[in-house]
């Protein structure tokens, strides 16, 4: 057995390293907790990645890669193709029949906004990037840009919103 003055020092820092250990453990009430992604969200954050990749890209009617131009079907099936692998073809409307709508206050980064700017329904798609943004490829000053859902001329004609993700 060893004599009481070794095992007090010993004890005295056991006891010490327990106290400073214990406060580890418990958080401050207002430390943010971890956000848990789903797929679906992995996904869109994938899209707009990409998609903002493709700002100040030249517009091109018909346009289907960023070398020789797009248009906004062009920009998106572009996008969803290279980014996530899925394939939306054709014009914005033949894209807009597909998906599932969504309210503008589900939106979520990588669904997509539609338009009706050419007296058609669902003649021109985006792609939500959050913050009621979105980026296109208008013909209006020939570049990929982001635009707002709020306020101006695209908010005017907003139509609808659909998702890709489940």
């Not at 990749?53 to 346009?63: A, H, I, M, S």
């Not at 707002?148 to 489940?166: P, S």
Request: proline share 5%; glycine share 10%.
């Amino acid at each position: 057995m060893l004599p009481r003055q070794t095992l007090w020092p010993a004890a005295t820092v056991v006891l010490c390293l327990s106290a400073l250990l214990s406060g580890c453990g418990n958080l401050p009430a207002n430390t943010p907790q971890p956000v848990t992604l789903t797929n679906a969200d992995i996904q869109g954050n994938d899209v707009v990645v990409f998609a903002l990749g493709l700002v100040e890209t030249d517009y091109r009617f018909g346009g289907k890669n960023p070398a020789a131009g797009l248009d906004c079907s062009g920009m998106v099936s572009y996008v969803f193709d290279k980014a996530v692998g899925l394939k939306l073809t054709g014009s914005a409307a033949d894209i807009a029949r597909k998906g599932h709508v969504v309210g503008v206050s589900a939106l979520r980064p990588g669904d997509l906004v539609f338009f009706n700017t050419a007296n058609r329904p669902y003649s021109h798609v985006g792609i939500y990037i959050g913050d009621q943004r979105f980026v296109h490829a208008p013909s209006k000053n020939g570049k990929v840009r982001i635009d707002t859902l709020k306020t101006g001329w695209f908010a005017a004609r907003f139509e609808e919103a659909r998702t890709y993700f489940n």
